[in-house]
């Protein structure tokens, strides 16, 4: 059984950039796609982008390019989610997600991030 | 990509039949067989219960199906109970980016 493991909440001005992990056991974290999803409050889902750690090629959705960097530490099985020139629009809850094929079968716990002077 | 599209709301009494769309284009959901859907109870963390348009996870009752017919796929939950009541989120994939539909509130009258 997959878990994933998020990183705590975080409080960030605006302009300043978020770094969110999201370490998994129990599954097999190079073959996978790591994805991340946002949901701000009282809103839907939003793809945010996803990375397959084996071959350290991500995709984004386009409207985070520029924005958003996804990484992936093959040693600690552990995926890592930066978003920088925040705003207060960029607050919500930051999921990390994984399972079979792009499907997500697993996931993280959420972390709040809230953007705010 | 736009999200795609879903009503807000559909609401059933218990023992009934409901079904939910979700309209995309041919770049997305009409492109392919991609298509997965999500339950979210308040607070918690969504729930895969379809994926590859009508293929049920592991644990995931059989009251729950999907189907596609061009870019609309639906999601029919029968025999509706109680513990339904949730947002129902559809999602597509294609050309390496996902996408998610705006959501539905399912209501148990």
């Known amino acids: 059984q997959v878990q994933l493991v998020q990183s705590g909440a975080e409080v960030k001005k605006p302009g300043s950039s978020v770094k969110v992990s999201c370490r998994a056991s129990?599954?097999?974290?190079?073959?996978?796609?790591i994805s991340w999803v946002r949901q701000a409050p009282g809103q839907g889902l939003e793809w945010m982008g996803g990375?397959?750690?084996?071959?350290?090629?991500?995709n984004y959705a386009q409207k985070f390019q520029g924005r958003v960097t996804m990484t992936a530490d093959k040693s600690t099985s552990t995926g890592y989610m930066e978003l920088s020139s925040l705003r207060s629009e960029d607050s919500a809850v930051y999921y990390c997600?994984?399972?079979?094929?792009?499907?997500?079968?697993?996931w993280g716990q959420g972390t709040l991030v809230t953007v705010s002077s | 990509q736009s999200a795609l599209t879903q009503p807000a709301s559909v609401s059933g009494s218990p023992g009934q039949s409901i079904t939910i769309s979700c309209t995309g284009t041919?770049?997305?959901?009409?492109?392919?067989?991609?298509v997965s859907w999500f339950q979210q109870h308040p607070g918690k963390v969504p729930k895969l219960m379809i994926y590859?348009?009508?293929n049920r996870p592991s644990g995931v009752s059989n009251r729950f199906s999907g189907s596609k017919s061009g870019n609309t796929a639906s999601l029919t939950i029968s025999g509706l109970q109680p513990e339904d009541e949730a947002d129902y989120y559809c999602?597509?994939?294609?050309?390496?980016?996902?996408?998610f539909g705006t959501g539905t509130k399912v209501t148990v009258l």
């Open positions: 997600a994984t399972g079979h094929g792009i499907y997500f079968d697993y």
């Open positions: 129990g599954g097999t974290f190079n073959n996978d796609i």
């Open positions: 990375i397959v750690p084996v071959l350290g090629i991500a």
């Open positions: 041919s770049s997305d959901v009409g492109s392919n067989k991609f």
């Open positions: 590859d348009v009508s």
């Open positions: 999602s597509s994939y294609s050309s390496g980016r996902g996408v």
